[in-house]
T-cell receptor, first 114, second 111 residues
């Protein structure tokens, strides 16, 4: 299993540009989520999904959209990038059987917005 | 989720056991203790979790006191690759949707 994969690893955007961060998992996990990590702030939940076709907002959803058309993929879209969205973004997944709190994280996408 | 307190940093000699403490004096009966770690520039990694009994897996052991107000994560033979920030998280399985990582303990394994 590849686990949780994220692309790209690094991205630089200009203010106002849009882009999609990709996340995929091959473990057939029901639960997927997106976090952002800023220095000294810990991880904060952006959006999450409990299954295909179901998404919900986390702690800091503004400026981001998600969709979950398949079990495997959970892309995160930045609608109009702002410097405040400069951060490291982590995608995570977990299974019903193992428990939602045993989460497997991807390697992260380092985003800089100029 | 119950609040946790961890020392900000610890050192451990390579090959020795690393014992990382966590205080969670307000833990409720249905809350589990989870440990994650984050090696520099990587995503967090799940280590172990427990409710009441001590737990052991291929990565570590978790010792929870009888009153459940504190716990210790033990890495039996620390290696340089165990240098990371270790997070103790206490939460119920029906808790909020996000894991609250806090600031954790920065463990440095010294050669």
């Amino acid at each position: 299993n590849a686990g949780v994969t994220q692309t790209p690893k690094f991205q630089v955007l200009k203010t106002g540009q849009s882009m999609t961060l990709q996340c995929a998992q091959d473990m057939n996990h029901e639960y997927m989520s997106w976090y952002r990590q800023d220095p000294g702030m810990g991880l904060r939940l952006i959006h999450y999904s409990v299954g295909a076709g179901i998404t919900d907002q986390g702690e800091v959803p503004n400026g981001y959209n998600v969709s979950r058309s398949t079990t495997e993929d959970f892309p995160l879209r930045l609608l109009s990038a702002a410097p405040s969205q400069t951060s490291v973004y982590f995608c995570a997944s977990s299974s019903q059987s193992e428990g939602r709190d045993t989460q497997y994280f991807g390697p992260g996408t380092r985003l800089t917005v100029l | 989720d119950a609040k946790t307190t961890q020392p900000p940093s610890m050192d451990c000699a390579e090959g020795r056991a690393a014992n990382l403490p966590c205080n969670h004096s307000t833990i409720s009966g249905n809350e589990y203790v989870y440990w994650y770690r984050q090696i520099h520039s990587q995503g967090p990694q799940y280590i172990i979790h427990g409710l009441k009994n001590n737990e052991t897996n291929e990565m570590a052991s978790l010792i929870i006191t009888e009153d459940r107000k504190s716990s210790t994560l033990i890495l039996p033979h620390a290696t340089l690759r165990d240098t990371a920030v270790y997070y103790c998280i206490v939460r119920a399985k029906t808790g909020a949707n996000n894991l609250f990582f806090g600031t954790g303990t920065r463990l440095t394994v010294i050669p």
